[in-house]
């Protein structure tokens, strides 16, 4: 899958928490984050693996943290922030959560120490990230689907990235296998399945 990635090439994983499960979800499967990080661990040097989510932290019980804790005990570095409440014109809340800048920040500070970064968005913003960590001489992989209904990877994200690998095509590889959930939790993690409600980047939520 990274063999273009050389055995004493250094890289980091950068996942955008929210379009990941986006675009899996859309091609019909979950992520089982332990076969990711084992499957993009077999070339060259991974040197971490970043996790962007944002935190709704006034809840008394959060859908995503169990996932991010598990995530933060199992070799991920795990980026956070609270998310944002606001009454829209229509008299709806909606809760927001971009992980855009925390996630640019983090790949163009790395940028200088890595050969190689693989980013875990189709999302069209990162398309000047991806120049301009290009300009640092490190390549750029895009993981991402154009197999979902609409395509999750943006035109413009995939024609500036080097390397462009399908989702749907490392399904046999990532998927999680749907089995008794508290195996499931003891072998691989807890389901992002928060992101249904309340971490994709405009959920909205109805007044009571």
């Not at 990162?126 to 395509?151: D, G, H, I």
């Amino acid at each position: 899958m990274l063999d273009y990635i050389k055995d004493d090439e250094k890289y980091c994983l950068f996942i955008d928490g929210s379009n990941l499960y986006a675009s899996a979800r859309g091609l019909g499967f979950d992520i089982d984050y332990k076969k990711l990080l084992e499957s993009f661990s077999h070339n060259g040097r991974l040197i971490r693996a970043y996790y962007y989510t944002a935190v709704v932290e006034d809840q008394d019980y959060s859908p995503i943290r169990p996932l991010v804790d598990w995530l933060d005990y199992n070799g991920f570095t795990i980026v956070t922030k609270p998310t944002k409440e606001f009454t829209d014109d229509t008299g709806r809340r909606k809760i927001k959560g971009d992980m855009d800048i925390e996630l640019a920040i983090d790949m163009l500070e790395m940028a200088d120490q890595l050969d190689h970064a693989i980013l875990f968005s189709g999302d069209g913003d990162f398309r000047r990230l991806v120049e301009a960590v290009q300009r640092k001489s490190t390549r750029v992989t895009v993981v991402s689907t154009v197999q979902s209904q609409p395509p999750m990877a943006a035109d413009e994200l995939r024609r500036q990235a080097d390397f462009f690998i399908e989702l749907n095509d490392l399904a046999n590889e990532v998927a999680r296998k749907h089995q008794d959930p508290q195996q499931y939790e003891q072998n691989s993690g807890p389901t992002d399945d928060g992101y249904d409600e309340d971490y994709e980047e405009e959920a909205i939520v109805e007044h009571a």
